[in-house]
């Protein structure tokens, strides 16, 4: 069995993983970023426009696959899917509401409404041509069956190694403190930080630590930074500086307005953090509330106050919800659960 996956950059370390793991379980795997075989029109390049599919057909006629995994839907995935080859489609978010959104804020002008529009074709085509569509969270697959109702989906959770996940010191941080991991690139999600405030006010001495970048960066900064106990850090090297990040905070909080299955929320765990996370999209899936850390309701600071102030007077709950954590996802987001769950998703496919 041969497999090729076509990635975006920002998944190539994780799409990595992936591909040597099936590996291991006799796949053999051929990883590309997409853009770099095949980017076409639309695209930031204007020399990309007038691109063939020269390098992806001389791709598909070496490699010869017997199936092709895409991790985003572009035109790498709009050509693999006018082959009579099985495509899996795994869909990381919802782009119909991102894209919505990202018309309401940064892309107002015709011509980048434009831009979206034609992805947004693109996508269409991708999905509508795929052998399955594969959500990563059950959240998600509801809104596929609602748009592609005729369509297989199979959900496909994000993988995780948990073996890179460990103890490693390097970062001093103030205690106690209460970590973040998430960017600002979608104000939908980003927004959600604008809670702060107030729980800053109620805890001067713990102190709050951001890590993240993105366009609505200094939109959240111009709220948080007049507070002497919240600390920016920019964007950390992944994944040495994050996990000495995760290492060193006493919890893990992430408030977002949507996500599905924010990979970070496996990294804190896996790192015995106790994690508070707003119980929106995927995220319920993720966490087990109550046992490996808490859910808040979007837009409550009066919940978030409280959990904190339990996880902070309370070490032994800490720990306790971090031994749970970790072996939480290791049991259900490890590579070896995630792509033994892949290879039954596509044997049943191809048996057909």
């Not at 948080?224 to 990040?245: A, I, M």
């Not at 971090?322 to 590579?335: A, C, I, L, P, T």
């Given at each position: ?58 791709l ?37 509401s ?110 709050f ?78 966490v ?17 106050i ?9 070490k ?20 070896e659960v995630?792509?033994?769950k ?5 044997n ?5």
């Amino acid at each position: 069995m041969k497999l090729l996956i076509g990635c975006s950059p920002d998944k190539f370390f994780h799409l990595k993983e992936f591909g040597e793991n099936l590996k291991k379980k006799g796949v053999e795997c051929k990883l590309v970023i997409d853009t770099s075989v095949y980017t076409g029109f639309p695209s930031k390049e204007i020399t990309k426009w007038f691109e063939t599919k020269g390098k992806f057909n001389d791709l598909i006629k070496e490699f010869q696959p017997d199936a092709v995994f895409v991790d985003r839907q572009t035109n790498f995935g709009l050509a693999a899917s006018k082959l009579k080859i099985p495509l899996f489609v795994h869909l990381r978010g919802d782009v119909w509401s991102e894209a919505v959104m990202a018309k309401q804020t940064l892309h107002t002008s015709t011509s980048k409404r434009s831009v979206i529009w034609l992805k947004q074709r693109i996508a269409k085509k991708c999905f509508e041509n795929s052998t399955s569509i594969l959500p990563i969270c059950k959240y998600l697959e509801n809104k596929v069956k609602e748009r592609f109702p005729e369509n297989k989906t199979d959900i496909l959770y994000q993988g995780i190694d948990p073996a890179n996940w460990y103890y490693q010191d390097g970062l001093n941080l103030k205690h106690p403190c209460v970590g973040l991991v998430q960017n600002a690139n979608i104000f939908g999600k980003a927004k959600e930080l604008e809670i702060l405030p107030k729980v800053l006010e109620v805890f001067p001495k713990v102190m709050f630590y951001w890590v993240g970048d993105g366009p609505y960066k200094e939109t959240i900064l111009a709220k948080l930074e007049k507070y002497e106990n919240f600390k920016w850090l920019g964007k950390l090297d992944y994944p040495e500086k994050v996990r000495q990040f995760l290492s060193a905070i006493d919890i893990y909080a992430l408030l977002t307005g949507i996500d599905m299955s924010p990979l970070t929320l496996q990294e804190a765990q896996l790192m015995k953090k106790p994690v508070i996370a707003t119980n929106v999209g995927g995220i319920p899936e993720l966490v087990k509330n109550n046992v490996t850390g808490f859910l808040i309701e979007k837009g409550n600071h009066l919940e978030l106050i409280d959990k904190i102030s339990i996880l902070i007077d309370n070490k032994t709950k800490r720990d306790k919800m971090g031994e749970e954590g970790r072996k939480f996802v290791n049991d259900n987001f490890s590579w070896e659960v995630i792509t033994e769950k892949f290879l039954r998703i596509m044997n049943k496919y191809m048996k057909n």
